[in-house]
């Protein structure tokens, strides 16, 4: 296992945090969990397409240490977020969504809108330390009823220390959500350790499973108290039950669902998500720290990225014009935000890769 599995492109890529490298073996995925089915017995399609989709939970299951149950697919994170605040209804006096202005501005818009059912929102202090757990404390005011986390923070890829946020949560029985878009499949995650109320990833990036593959978890704890507003068929406790007059809500995460969901993202998702199931994220985990510590060290001062970090490192330096051409012209693929350049080591990278960075690196 390993970069030969990967479909590679002829330029350096490290992108990984925005899109990661679909397998050579995704085709035959999609191939094998959709269009198989639905060309050779499409009187079987619906039941072997629903396979597609338990085999996805139960990769999650594996590979965030839950159980297959508690997920429900979705389609991204931010439909997953607007779901969970319609599904709980607010107290009068305690409201308050917490969030980070370092969040993915998608779940600040989602935030926005969810004032219509009765929510308020207020945003961390700009100056705030995100990994001082102390200044998160006096941010747990009593308003306060539900506090978006983020693992790890695009922009940055600051860390933070989930399992201690959301036990101080708990004390004060504040509801946690989770954000684990920039953490699954390169941090590893344990969610029974974590037992947070929600969380919501996607596979488009660090999992390589491209786009649309987005889940939820929702605690087990807390499913019977949600009542989530955008059902379906799939959300009912029997979708095939056909009574126009009676709904009643799944008795799982699956409540959450929907209607007729797609099936081509989660199969292909499925396929990658067990690739790094067999591969250990506490390996891909450890192959990107080897990497990008390099480019850490060789920044010094120009690095923005802490210690305890994600997988990409963020580099800013005062001659970024002379850095950023120098990377096109060695055929590194990178992005960048305000806070400097992404670039994110996955395990298709190797130390050529780094060196043509380090190589690339103003000398002051």
């Avoid at 669902?257 to 797609?262: I, K, N, S, V």
């Amino acid at each position: 296992m390993g970069p030969e599995d990967f479909l590679l492109p002829k330029q350096r890529y490290l992108l990984s945090h925005s899109v990661g490298l679909s397998l050579r073996s995704s085709q035959q995925a999609l191939n094998d969990g959709f269009f198989k089915a639905w060309q050779e017995s499409p009187a079987e399609a619906w039941p072997n397409w629903l396979r597609a989709i338990e085999q996805f939970r139960s990769a999650l299951a594996q590979l965030l240490n839950a159980k297959a149950d508690d997920f429900c697919p979705q389609s991204n994170l931010s439909s997953g977020f607007s779901k969970v605040l319609q599904a709980i209804k607010p107290k009068q006096t305690r409201n308050t969504i917490l969030l980070s202005e370092e969040d993915f501005p998608s779940m600040s818009f989602v935030a926005q809108q969810a004032q219509a059912f009765g929510w308020n929102f207020r945003f961390l202090p700009k100056d705030m330390d995100h990994q001082d757990i102390l200044q998160w404390q006096a941010q747990l005011t009593d308003d306060v009823a539900l506090v978006l986390l983020t693992h790890v923070y695009s922009n940055s890829s600051l860390r933070l220390d989930i399992a201690t946020l959301i036990q101080h949560c708990q004390q004060q029985g504040i509801l946690t959500v989770v954000d684990i878009a920039q953490s699954a499949g390169i941090v590893p995650i344990d969610l029974q350790h974590w037992q947070a109320d929600f969380v919501l990833g996607s596979c488009v990036k660090w999992l390589c499973g491209g786009p649309g593959a987005g889940f939820m978890w929702v605690n087990p704890k807390i499913v019977e108290a949600c009542e989530p507003k955008d059902v379906g068929w799939f959300s009912h406790q029997d979708p095939f039950e056909f009574d126009v007059h009676s709904f009643r809500y799944h008795p799982s995460a699956l409540r959450f669902w929907g209607g007729t969901p797609t099936v081509q993202p989660y199969a292909i998702a499925a396929h990658s998500i067990e690739y790094f199931c067999n591969y250990g994220v506490e390996n891909s985990q450890r192959h990107n720290q080897t990497l990008s510590q390099q480019l850490r060290s060789a920044a010094g001062a120009s690095c923005l990225t802490p210690e305890y970090r994600g997988g990409t490192v963020v580099l800013k330096f005062e001659q970024q014009d002379k850095f950023i051409a120098a990377l096109e012209s060695k055929n590194i693929q990178f992005d960048q935000r305000p806070t400097g350049v992404r670039l994110s080591p996955h395990i298709y990278n190797d130390q050529s890769d780094i060196d043509a960075v380090l190589d690339c690196m103003p000398s002051k």
